[in-house]
């Protein structure tokens, strides 16, 4: 069994900073690729930031310039720091890997969601 799990989310008033982290613990051989998702109230889920083959990072339009991943592969780890935050930036976030099990088997595998409040 796999999991993933976040911290780091909370209020924070627009301008401010918050820093995300996930942790992968369980049965693993590898993770391919590790990143974040977000969906706000009544919208779908969307990609934030990735990192992808060969270990270039991937950001949405809307956070680039603000929002910097990064990852720890030996620890199994990814974060997220986000500056200049936004109330359109408000939703739960979603850490997500694509994770290769000790039997050879993969998965999408998903956190449970933290919530982030961007308000003033």
């Known amino acids: 069994q796999v999991q993933l799990v976040e911290s780091g989310g909370g209020l924070v008033q627009p301008g401010g900073s918050l820093r995300l982290s996930c942790a992968a613990s369980g049965s693993i051989l590898r993770i391919n690729t590790m990143g974040w998702y977000r969906q706000a109230p009544g919208k779908q889920r969307e990609l934030v930031a990735s990192f992808k083959g060969g270990g270039l990072a991937n950001y949405a339009d809307s956070v680039k310039d603000r929002f910097t991943i990064s990852r720890d592969t030996a620890n199994n780890t990814v974060s997220l720091q986000m500056n200049n935050l936004k109330p359109e930036d408000t939703a739960v976030y979603y850490c997500?890997?694509?994770?290769?099990?000790?039997?050879?088997?993969?998965?999408?595998?998903w956190g449970q969601g933290t919530l982030v409040t961007v308000s003033s």
């Open positions: 997500n890997g694509v994770v290769i099990n000790l039997w050879g088997v993969q998965r999408d595998t």
